[in-house]
C-alpha cells in the first residue's frame, strides 16, 4: 500500500479544506434562512427542454452517457442531471437509453432512473434494459456507445461525467446522426473535443453547477455561493502570492508556506522569530 | 485460498460486513420514510468522519500512520469487492438485455448473438487461462489454450482497441474543420492560434523561423539582455511562441478550472457527506 496524505504534510492546505467547507455550510444555512441567492444563466442547461422536445417530435431516442466516470462525486452529479432529464422525457413518453461503462454507475442508475418514472408519476413507462452497461473496457464501450447512437439514430446526446480520449469517438458519432448534443465534463483535456463536436458545453465548475441550476434548491443555491466565495479566496492568494513572490523572493517563510508541501515549519519558526524580536 | 491470519480475519470482516448488510436491508424496510432517511444519513455520517478523521489526525512521524490508516486501508480493499460484485450485476443485466434480444427475436437480434457467442468464448478461454496460469485445479495448459487465447485476446481485442483508438485521427479531422472555419473574430483568433501551436511544435516551425533567419540558440549574452533586438527576434521564433502560448496563456487557464473543479468537489462532497444532495438520494 502506498503513502496517504495526511493534514499534517501541509497545515495551511488543511486550513483551506476547512475554509471552503465552512464557506459552503454557512451559505447554506443562509440559503436555508430565506436569503434570495442568484445563479447566472448557462444556456447550456437551457436547451436541455429544446433537446428533449426534438427528440419527442422525431419519436426517436434520448441518450445519456456518464462516460467512464467510477463512481463518485461526479457520477452522482452526472446521474442528478440525468433523473432531472428522465423526469422531463417521461412527460413525453420520449425513449431514453443510459449507456455505462462502470458497473457500481450501472446499478445506482437503475434505481435512479426508476426513481424518475415514479417521481413523474409514469413508472409504467421504466424499461430496466433502456439501462445499459456495456463493457468497462474504454474501447470496446466507444465502440457500443457509437454503435447504438447509429443504429437507433438518437434526436438528442447528454454526456456529462469523466471522458478521456472516447470523448470525440461519441461526440462526432452523434453530429454524424444529427443529435443535438450537449456536453458537461471536468476533464479539461477533453473539452476542445466536445467544443468542437457538440452544440453546448458545460465546463469545469459549471458541471457542478448543474444541480442547483436545474432544481432550484436553496441547499445548492447556497453551496453555490460558498463555491464562488472559495474561488474568490483562492483568487485573491494567488495575485497576493505573486506579489509577495516578487517583493520576498521564492525563499521567504511566507512563500514557502502558501506554495509548497511541508512550509508550515519554517513558516512556524520565522513567525516565533519575529514575534520574539517584536 | 487464505494462508495467513491476516487474510483469515479480512474474510471474517467481509462476511461479518454481509450479515450486518442484509440484517439492515429488512430493518431499513420496515422503517418509515424519515426513519430511513436518518438511519442512512446517520451511516453516511459516520463513514464520511471515518475517512475525514483519518486525513486531519496527527500521524506518527515515522510510519507516516495513525490509528485509523490500516482500517482505512482494508476498507479501500473492501470498496474493490464491491466494485467486483457491481461488476457481475452489470454482465447480468447485458446477457439479461441480449438473451431477450435473441428468444423475442427482436430488431437487430443478429448482433445479439454475435455478442453472447463473443462473451462465451472470451470467457471460457480467459478462465481456462487463469487457472493454467495459476495451476488451480490442476488445469495445464494446451496447444489449443495457448492458440485460441493468443488468437483472441492479442489478435482480436487487442487490434479491434487499436482500430477504435486510431479512429480518433479521423474524427480529429472533421472536428478541427468545423471548429476552425472562420465564422467570427473568437473563431479567427482560434484559427490562428491553433495554426502557430501546430506549426511550431513540428519541425516546420523551426524550419521556418531558421529560413527566415531568427536566431538559432539563446546565448549568454541574450539572457543577461532581455530587450536587445537578438533577444526579442529570438522570442519570435515559432517553437518559442508555441511554447508561450501553452505555457503562458493556456496552462493559467487549465490551472483556473482545475481549482473551480476541485472547489465543486469538495462542495459536492460535503453536500453528500452530510446527506444535504438530494439529487439521487
Same mark, same amino acid.
Given at each position: 500500500m502506498g503513502s496517504y496524505q495526511h493534514a499534517q504534510d501541509n497545515w495551511f492546505a488543511a486550513f483551506i479544506i476547512v475554509f471552503i467547507a465552512a464557506a459552503v455550510l454557512i451559505n447554506i444555512?443562509?440559503?436555508?434562512?430565506?436569503?434570495?441567492?442568484? %445563479?447566472?444563466?448557462? &444556456?447550456?442547461?437551457? #436547451?436541455?427542454?429544446?433537446?428533449?422536445?426534438?427528440?419527442?417530435?422525431? $419519436?426517436? &431516442?434520448?441518450?445519456?452517457?456518464?462516460?467512464?466516470?467510477?463512481? $463518485? /462525486?461526479?457520477?452522482?452529479?452526472?446521474?442528478?442531471?440525468?433523473?432531472? %432529464?428522465?423526469?422531463? %422525457?417521461?412527460?413525453?413518453?420520449? &425513449?431514453?437509453?443510459?449507456?455505462?461503462?462502470?458497473?457500481?454507475?450501472y446499478a445506482v442508475a437503475q434505481e435512479a432512473i426508476s426513481d424518475a418514472y415514479n417521481e413523474a408519476g409514469r413508472p409504467d413507462l421504466y424499461d430496466p434494459d433502456s439501462i445499459r452497461f456495456l463493457?468497462?473496457?474504454?474501447?470496446?464501450?466507444?465502440?457500443?456507445? #457509437?454503435?447504438?447512437?447509429?443504429?437507433?439514430?438518437?434526436?438528442?446526446?447528454?454526456?456529462?461525467?469523466?471522458?478521456?480520449?472516447?470523448?470525440?469517438?461519441?461526440?462526432?458519432?452523434?453530429?454524424?446522426? $444529427?443529435?443535438?448534443? %450537449?456536453?458537461?465534463t471536468?476533464?479539461?483535456?477533453? /473539452?476542445?473535443?466536445?467544443?468542437?463536436?457538440?452544440d453546448y458545453t458545460i465546463i469545469g465548475d459549471e458541471f457542478y453547477a448543474t444541480s442547483a441550476y436545474i432544481s432550484r434548491e436553496p441547499v445548492l443555491l447556497g453551496s453555490m455561493v460558498g463555491q464562488d466565495l472559495a474561488k474568490l479566496a483562492f483568487?485573491?492568494?494567488?495575485?497576493?502570492?505573486?506579489?509577495?513572490?516578487?517583493?520576498?523572493?521564492p525563499n521567504h517563510p511566507v512563500i514557502q508556506l502558501l506554495g509548497k508541501p511541508g512550509g508550515w515549519e519554517p513558516f512556524m519558526q520565522w513567525l516565533s522569530q519575529v514575534l520574539g524580536r517584536g | 485460498m487464505f494462508d495467513t491470519r491476516e487474510n483469515i480475519w479480512a474474510a471474517f470482516w467481509m462476511i461479518g460486513a454481509a450479515i450486518l448488510i442484509f440484517a439492515l436491508i429488512p430493518l431499513l424496510q420496515t422503517l418509515p420514510p424519515r426513519g430511513r432517511y436518518l438511519l442512512i444519513a446517520f451511516v453516511t455520517f459516520i463513514a464520511g468522519l471515518f475517512f475525514a478523521a483519518e486525513f486531519?489526525?496527527?500521524?506518527? =512521524?515515522?510510519?507516516?500512520?495513525n490509528f485509523l490508516t490500516d482500517p482505512f486501508q482494508r476498507l479501500q480493499g473492501s470498496l474493490q469487492v464491491i466494485t467486483a460484485l457491481s461488476l457481475g450485476l452489470g454482465t447480468y443485466g447485458l446477457i439479461r438485455l441480449h438473451l431477450r434480444n435473441a428468444v423475442q427475436r427482436r430488431a437487430q437480434w443478429g448482433y445479439s448473438i454475435v455478442l453472447l457467442v463473443s462473451f462465451v468464448t472470451m470467457a471460457f478461454f480467459s478462465v481456462w487461462n487463469t487457472l493454467a496460469e495459476k495451476g488451480l485445479l490442476g488445469v495445464q495448459r494446451t496447444p489449443l489454450l495457448e492458440r485460441a487465447f493468443t488468437l483472441l485476446?492479442?489478435?482480436?481485442?487487442?487490434?479491434?482497441?487499436?482500430?477504435?483508438?486510431?479512429?480518433?485521427?479521423?474524427?480529429?479531422?472533421?472536428?478541427?474543420?468545423?471548429?476552425?472555419?472562420?465564422?467570427?473574430? =473568437?473563431?479567427?483568433?482560434l484559427m490562428f492560434t491553433a495554426m502557430i501551436v501546430m506549426i511550431g511544435i513540428v519541425p516546420l516551425g523551426k524550419f521556418i523561423s531558421d529560413s527566415i533567419g531568427l536566431p538559432i540558440m539563446m546565448t549568454d549574452e541574450m539572457r543577461t539582455n532581455p530587450f536587445a533586438l537578438e533577444t526579442i527576434l529570438y522570442s519570435l521564433?515559432?517553437? =518559442?511562441?508555441?511554447?508561450?502560448?501553452?505555457?503562458?496563456?493556456?496552462?493559467?487557464?487549465?490551472?483556473?478550472? =482545475?481549482?473551480?473543479v476541485g472547489i465543486g468537489a469538495l462542495a459536492m462532497a460535503i453536500r453528500l457527506w452530510l446527506s444535504l444532495e438530494r439529487g439521487i438520494t
Open positions: 444555512w443562509r440559503a436555508r434562512a430565506g436569503k434570495q441567492l442568484y %445563479i447566472r444563466r448557462i &444556456p447550456g442547461l437551457d #436547451a436541455i427542454d429544446e433537446a428533449i422536445g426534438r427528440s419527442t417530435e422525431l $419519436g426517436r &431516442p434520448v441518450t445519456m452517457i456518464p462516460g467512464l466516470t467510477a463512481f $463518485g /462525486v461526479e457520477a452522482v452529479q452526472a446521474l442528478t442531471i440525468f433523473k432531472y %432529464i428522465t423526469k422531463q %422525457i417521461a412527460r413525453f413518453a420520449t &425513449p431514453m437509453r443510459l449507456l455505462t461503462a462502470n458497473p457500481t454507475v463493457s468497462s473496457e474504454q474501447f470496446a464501450f466507444a465502440s457500443g456507445v #457509437a454503435g447504438l447512437l447509429q443504429r437507433e439514430r438518437v434526436a438528442a446526446n447528454f454526456m456529462f461525467g469523466i471522458f478521456f480520449a472516447e470523448s470525440l469517438i461519441f461526440a462526432e458519432t452523434g453530429n454524424i446522426v $444529427g443529435a443535438v448534443q %450537449i456536453a458537461g471536468v476533464s479539461f483535456t477533453q /473539452v476542445p473535443f466536445f467544443v468542437a463536436a457538440c483568487g485573491s492568494l494567488v495575485v497576493g502570492g505573486a506579489v509577495l513572490s516578487t517583493i520576498l523572493g | 486531519f489526525l496527527p500521524v506518527d =512521524e515515522k510510519t507516516g500512520k485476446f492479442d489478435y482480436t481485442l487487442v487490434q479491434l482497441d487499436a482500430t477504435m483508438f486510431s479512429l480518433i485521427a479521423f474524427y480529429i479531422f472533421s472536428a478541427a474543420y468545423r471548429a476552425f472555419r472562420i465564422r467570427s473574430v =473568437e473563431a479567427s483568433i521564433r515559432l517553437p =518559442e511562441v508555441a511554447n508561450w502560448i501553452l505555457n503562458v496563456l493556456n496552462a493559467p487557464v487549465q490551472r483556473a478550472i =482545475e481549482f473551480g
